[in-house]
């Protein structure tokens, strides 16, 4: 926990101080130093500074800085009076040793980062150390952002962070950038290089790199089990020793290995590993002279070399990386130290007759290369035999694509269809619940508000858990297994068309499960342009939380062809995304290639235990969802339609003739004086309540679908989540009986009119304004903060909303000519 996140008063103890040299030295003279109680007093009015109290005296901090310093609770360690020793007060921990860690060895807890290329098993061994459920998947660009977890080992508290995967260290990708910056500024305390041991050439190009920073590290080299299964054998405590870091081999999809790897990293932590030595990567003497010559300049400015490792600044510098150059942007030897290089640049290229940045990957790879000769006999490369055959088949230019369509239909006639047993369960269960309340509770407006608010919305949405589970089950399979991969490889020449790349084609997919997710994976695609494009045709396709609604209508207008109608609507979705995709490429954004590179895989057996943790994370999510913003809904939206309360005499003559004008005199006198008098005061007051006014003044807009009202307040509450649209129809058609099943109440004919809430065409048309109009407000939200551009989720919601409006009328009237 960081002192930036504590709340008014909260009073905790400093556990560490991260940050480089002169920051270090300034806020510990301020007092803050390791076992030190300090209290959070308040914000200042915009949030930055925040006033800490601390022996005694109060001192102000910037939010950045207070983000520099590790805390925990004062109660951590008073529940933890043996294994967590409160550290000492701090006293002897004199500001004057500052610039160096060892003051801080003492303490108990190891912040730890992952870092590896993508799809090297970060992410399985994050989770499986600290019992996450990270997202996993078997291809580049599962992770975005960093993920934070912890355990308790031994003693220590070991912070570990999941970044996202990154080939080298540089400024080229976001997911780069975002992985150097954090490594420059967090400090980790150790490193965890994940490395994939049957695939290690490539993989330790970017342990190069960290041996440059020059920081404390361990390789984990993972997947050894496919090393296991290659003819390949490697001495990795030789290689270890060679390149002066610990290598430690793991399994992380069993989590063989792992007590291993957290045991070494202990023993680096506490700096008592024999293997840990600092080398350099030695590259051509020409080189290393450049090399050289920018480093003795960067180490006389103590500013950043307080910061960076001199070398790897240097090297950096030289292959004209763009952020190296901003972090010495403020340094007064800036002139000097570009002066140096750009010579040394030059000289290197005439020399070498190669660029800069060519010669110095090629003298990393002839390193790791050599250390591999020395330490690894066979090959690794060879391509695993069932990965070839598999390929062979679905990337096949006759098969891929019917194999594709085959996948996608099972998927979605399996979410509706093998669904739909257990759905029923939960129905009859969410029925007897609700028919139970009725009878056993006084009348009432609690009453009213659990049955017709609570049970009517949130019941009425729950029962298609099952559904969702099974289209993510799909999906998580997809990408575990390394398919996903290939789905973007068929459809990359399609993509093209539209002028996307393949890698487009993932996101896409990754919407049938929730558009939120969907657009943030949308980091792996390096071309701005194209990324802006997906992201804005996202919200067509349609997201799980829009199943119920298919499910409902479907369920009750088009029964016996249920799998087809399902998939033609998500079919339709597709289409709109490729036309808008291709409309937006012609018309705003210009053409801009990318090259496709995109990494494919072996294939690799997901293992029962993680989908199971994938699944039961997803039903998690879903039912806190339920307990959330769908039962607040719900409720707001009965409160909204069950006031203001009316009373018989309320009711003007001039309305009940209208109510009765239409109703066949048979049902008059079926019904009897009485009943018909209830029916239209529930209709009068339906229509009076302010939900009734707000529907009223926005149902002209859909009129020529004939919506009606109480289905243009749904539409409207779908903006909060989707799954809304069916709790708010389970709120407002309220049935005869209490344990009546939504499907049932939306069609069964209003006694009064005769006539049925939704028909057929209706539904259709209401289903497909529903798959196209305004995306949910946490997509939206998502739209806004990847785009860094609220004007593209605005633009967003009306382009959508006007487009869900022209289809869903032409649907309509073509469908009434049937
Ligand atoms: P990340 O991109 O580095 O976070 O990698 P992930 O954790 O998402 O894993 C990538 C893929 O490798 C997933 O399909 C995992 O199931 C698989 N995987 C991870 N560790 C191992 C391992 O030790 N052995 C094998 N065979 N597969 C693994
Ligand atoms: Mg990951």
Redesign the pocket.
Known sequence: MRLSQLRPGEKVIVTKILGHGAFRKRVMEMGFVRGREVTMVLNAPLQDPIKFKLMDYEVSLRKSEANLIEVEPIEYWESHPDTHPRPGTGEHDAPAATDDNDVFRKDKIINVALI????????????IASGAHE????Y????VGAKAGSLKYKGYKINIV?LP?TYSLSAYSPEELYVMRYLNQETPDVIVN?VVASNLERNLYLTTELIDMNRSMVIDL?????LERSKARLEYEQLGKLLGVPVVP?????G?GVDRLLDTIIDVYEMRHSDVRHIHVKMRPTIEQGVNAVKDLIKDDPSISENFSPRYLAIKLLEGDTEAKDLIRHSDSREKIEKCRDAEAARIERDLNEDVQSAIAADKYGFIQGALAETMEGDTLKEEKTTRIIDAIVTNKVFGFPIFFIVMFLMFWATFRIGSYPMEWIESLVGWISGLIGEHMADGPLKDLITDGIIGGVGGVIVFLPNILILYFFISFM????YMARVAFIMDKLMHKMGLHGKSFIPLVMGFGCNVPAIMSTRIIESKSSRLITILINPFISCSARIPIYVLLIGCFFPNYGGLVFFLLYFTGIVIAVLMAKLLRKFWFKADETPFVMEL?PY????GK?IMRGMWSKAQQYLAKMGGIILVASIIIWALSYFPRYEASDVPESFTAAALADTPEEIKTELGEEKLDELVLNSYQQEHSFLGHIGKAVEPVVRPMDFGWKTTVSLLAGAAAKEVVVSTLGVLYVGEDDADLISERITTPSPLTGQTPFTQPKALAFMVFVLLYFPCIATLAAIARETENWRYALFSALYNTALAWVLSFIVYRIALLF
């Open positions: 590896g290329n993508p799809n090297c098993g970060k992410t399985s061994l994050f989770n997202h996993v998947g078997n580049a660009g599962v992770t999941d995967g994940v993972n997947m050894y089990d496919e793991t399994k992380a999809s069993t063989w990408e575990d297994t390394g895989p690799r057996m997901p293992t993680a």
